[in-house]
């Protein structure tokens, strides 16, 4: 489950999509795992519009804005057109002629002048048959937003979506390290996934840059060089930020 979250400080923004297609690293439907997040997965998967609106919660590195971008990039696949939302105050109230999904990220950070876009845009969405799916780390109840507004995200499919487990994540991390032909030792996974964001994110992007650094190397896979590419780049994991002692 690859997940965007992490990034919740980039500056807010609306724009169209399609977004890159061709790259491995795309989120899609196909590289999500699913973990407890299978209902969602599938109910996306299948979404055709016009249909109800979805609405997804959960923390950080749930696969939120995973799933979210995965349904924009299977319209532009088809040639479609998405509104991905996540708040400018100057955007526009109206949908783009021939949209065909509004996309909105983030509905907890949503300003005041956000909600007056996000209802406005939301109407037209539900008048022209536009598929609408949005998330947030809280449920609709919840989110600090006008009472309309929190009215209409719980109006269709809401699912909660939870982080992957320590299980799926060493599968999800020994599936990529096999398709890459890396060898995975236990101590490697352990040091992963003891000293580093269990956020699958993070992991996935950081095996890329250890199969980059050992291959530059010339070297496999190992706890010390993992070190090692930390120390040339500068980087600590969290756990060591912590005062952790590493071992």
């Known amino acids: 489950m690859y997940d965007a979250d992490h990034a919740a400080a980039r500056p807010l923004a609306m ?27 599938a109910h996306l998967a299948a979404l055709r519009a016009p249909a109800a609106p979805v609405y997804l919660w959960g923390p950080a590195a749930s696969g939120k804005t995973h799933l979210l971008r995965a349904l924009a990039r299977r319209l532009a696949a088809a040639g479609q057109q998405a509104l991905w939302f996540d708040g400018r ?5 109206l949908l783009p002629a021939g949209c065909a999904l509004l996309a909105v990220d983030r509905c907890e950070a949503l300003d005041a002048s ?39 995200l719980a109006w269709g499919h809401v699912f909660a979506l939870e982080p992957l487990g320590e299980a799926e994540t060493r599968a999800a991390l020994r599936r990529e390290a096999d398709r890459r032909g890396i ?23 950081l095996l890329d840059r250890l199969d980059e650094f050992a291959l ?25 930020r912590r005062g ?3 071992p």
């Open 114 to 152: 956000a909600q007056r876009s996000v209802f406005a845009l939301f109407e037209q969405a539900s008048a022209e048959g536009v598929a609408f799916a949005a998330a947030g780390r809280l449920p609709p109840v919840d989110l600090p937003l006008r009472e309309d507004l929190r009215t209409r």
């Open 15 to 41: 724009r169209q999509l399609p977004l890159p297609i061709g790259s491995g690293a795309e989120p899609s439907f196909e590289n999500f795992v699913a973990g407890r997040n299978a209902a969602a997965l």
């Open 216 to 240: 530059a190397k010339a070297r496999p896979v190992t706890v010390p060089l993992l070190r090692l590419m930390l120390t040339e780049e500068g980087s600590v994991p969290a756990a060591q």
């Open 183 to 205: 060898f995975l030792s236990d101590d490697v996974m352990g040091h992963l996934l003891t000293r580093f964001p269990r956020d699958l994110a993070h992991l996935m992007a």
């Open 89 to 93: 105050p100057d955007a526009p109230d």
């Open 244 to 246: 952790d002692a590493a």
